[in-house]
């Protein structure tokens, strides 16, 4: 098919958060509360098992109660979405209650995130050859700053979020959405993303699927240039 226009998830696609120790690390820093070294390693590895860090590992332990009926509709509004994430975090013990908010406020700083590498190449050359761009995310924030604060958000023509449609990937809405507001067909469109089931969404409504590994962003260096190719 000619392909038009791209649509690309956002988390383990054209980029990655920072590792549990990273994330942890930050936070305790700006809070002025040093915590011994292996404390700090064994807390980041509970914040791991259980989930609590967004576009990180999902939980390797039961969902405690109050989160587990939200786990599946964390990406339809803002609120719910940190309900649930500082929810998986209060179950590791911290040095300050507080640091359950601020780790959750970190993960959505650009710091938190890095571009694969070939991220920005791709988003270009798409961009050269008048293909329209959009970022197609379940997602429960603005992640436009993070783009921004990357110097990927030039070619990027439309950010369609599931928290501002109050529906998530796989719901072929989210992605009729997208390729509406980029004036293509789904036809004419390709779907670039990590997860199978969430992005393979874009099949019902006709568009072409390509799919990518999550991997740690030094183990994936050109992940995304095959899709340079299926543009054509």
């Known amino acids: 098919m000619a392909i038009k226009g791209v649509l690309f998830d956002f988390s383990g696609t054209l980029f990655r958060i920072e590792s549990s120790e990273s994330w942890l690390r930050a936070v305790l820093t700006a809070a002025g509360l040093p915590l011994p070294e292996t404390e700090l390693l064994s ?7 259980v989930g609590a860090l967004p576009g990180g590992a999902a939980p390797s332990r039961p969902l405690p109660p109050g989160v587990a009926e939200l786990w599946d509709i964390r990406d339809r ?5 940190r309900a649930t994430y500082t929810g998986l975090s209060r179950q590791v013990t911290l040095p300050d209650p507080g640091l359950h908010d601020a780790l959750y406020d970190r993960h959505s700083t650009p710091d938190a995130w890095r571009p694969y590498p070939d991220a920005l190449e791709v988003l270009e050359a798409l961009c050269e050859r008048g293909i329209a761009v959009a970022v197609v995310s379940n997602i429960g924030w603005d992640l436009r700053p993070v783009f921004r604060g990357h110097g990927l958000d030039g070619c990027v023509g439309t950010y369609v979020l599931s928290y501002e449609h109050g529906i998530q990937k796989p719901d072929p809405r989210l992605f009729a959405t997208a390729c509406e507001a980029l004036g293509v067909a789904p036809q004419d469109t390709l779907m670039v993303g990590d997860d199978r089931r969430a992005d393979g969404g874009a099949a019902a409504l006709g568009c072409g699927v390509h799919f990518v590994d999550h991997l740690p962003v030094a183990q994936r260096p050109d992940g995304l240039r095959p899709v340079l190719d299926l543009a054509g």
């Open 77 to 81: 509004s803002a609120e719910l979405h």
């Open 43 to 49: 807390a980041a590895e509970e914040l791991e098992a």
